[in-house]
């Protein structure tokens, strides 16, 4: 493989987008590494039913039609949320529409849901089915910008995806689809989880809900009742954010868009520990935002994450940074007399 500093200053005179596309052929023409490396037991978990190797996952939004899993398996993640997809393949909003923060470790995105569809991700994700038996794939499912309808899009979503899922993912809170984030009121997300339970097809797969950081006052309260009264399997807690920090210095810090990276670690990881204190427990929940070393996906494990994802630091760290992550964890895991990650969950 090119040696990432080469790499990375290649990547980083194209367009952001531009980058991830060839990441992608990259990923798909075997470019990565091929076989996954041994995990240290003490990262292994069982959540749903499902047995996780290791709880290091990639966010969703960068395999967004499912085409790299098995690469992304390789690169050492745990498991990979592919999408987010919707019914109908749609376009997304007009480039440029990526932005790398370089001085902040940050990105700014206002892609918009693009994306091939549904049925053509479904085709993908049953035959990666056939030859990856235990790899685990979660899909996170949304609405056509176009649709009057957005349940019944939710709804369809999940009857095409949800045989093919390990859990289902309700995005309610990319801030790049107009009125998206409305469906974070209690009654529209009741309504539209009760709709995607009842169309997820007899796999029956945990149906989780991803929030935006920037909720209004008392609305993570009501999301955890919700959550706690049987609605939901688990939170993903969170989303990029609509706030812009005055301490941004990039260039690109005024760009329409939902922003993630290193300024979204501390904000996303305080509502990580509000949900838990919510929840006592009783859900879990999977801590994204920021993540780009061992020691901030530990605080997101203590802060209450049963499971933690990343994106915006591959950009920056290349794809070295998730075994790094959890060669990182086993040592404080077990600095700290942990026999299990597990154990760890909400010790903070
Ligand atoms: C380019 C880009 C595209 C994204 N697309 C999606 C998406 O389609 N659906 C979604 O739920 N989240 C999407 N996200 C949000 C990430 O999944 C994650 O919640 C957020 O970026 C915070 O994590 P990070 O700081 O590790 O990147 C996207 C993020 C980025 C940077």
Redesign the pocket.
Known sequence: MIPWPILRRVLFCLP??TA?DLTIAGLRAGLGPRARAQVDPVLALRLWGKFFANPLGL????D?DARVMAAVGALGFGFV?V??LTPRPQPGNPRPR?FRLREDR????R?G???GGAAAAAERLAAFRVRHAGAIVGV?I?RNKDSADAVADYAEAARVLGPHADYL?V?V??P?TPGLRDLQGTDALAELVRAVRAARGATASPVLV?IAPDLADGQLSDICALARSGGMDGL?V???TLARPENLRSAHRNEAG?L???P??AP?TRLLAEAFAELGGRVPLVG?????SAADAYAKIRAGASLV???????YEGPGLPRRVLEGLVQRLRADGFASVTDAVGAG
Not at 59 to 62: E, I, L, P, V
Not at 106 to 109: C, H, T
Request: no cysteine.
């Open positions: 952001a987008e991830h966010a969703a939004g960068f967004k949320e999408g987010t990526l940050a990105v700014i995105n892609l849901f693009n994306n996170n949304g993912v995005n809170s990319s790049n991803k993903i969170a989303n990029t939902g993630s990276g290193a979204l670690m996303s994204v935002g920021g993540v780009a994802q990343l994106y915006s630091a591959l950009i």
